[in-house]
């Protein structure tokens, strides 16, 4: 038994602190050794990958390490496609 929580549902993020020395994953943020400043868990934001109003299906499921700037672009355009989003979590890592 792990102590992963359990995968974010329908329009839902999971926020975390990352590991320490994380890069941002980011090709450019990763190729100028940008460290990570969360760990985003994405759920299903849509009713089906096919749906017409789904966000980044090819996202659900999978977790991303993302600096400040990464992270808060991606959480402007979740919460203006995806009105009922949950975050879960928080966006600032353990000090």
């Known amino acids: 038994m792990t102590d992963t929580p359990p995968a974010p549902g329908h329009d839902q993020i999971a ?17 100028l ?3 990570a400043d969360v760990t985003v868990t994405i759920g299903q934001l849509g009713a ?3 749906d017409h109003d ?3 299906p090819e996202t659900w499921g999978h977790t991303y390490p993302m600096c400040s700037e990464c992270w808060e672009a991606a ?20 000090g």
Do not use: D, K, M, N
């Not at 980011?26 to 190729?31: C, I």
């Not at 979740?78 to 879960?88: C, H, S």
């Open 15 to 31: 926020v975390t602190a990352p590991a320490a020395r994380t890069v941002c994953y980011s090709r450019e943020h990763a190729r």
């Open 54 to 56: 789904a966000l980044w």
């Open 33 to 35: 050794g940008v460290l």
């Open 75 to 94: 959480r402007e355009v979740a919460q203006a496609r995806r009105p009922a989003l949950v975050i879960t979590g928080t966006t600032t890592p353990a």
């Open 48 to 50: 089906a990958a096919s």
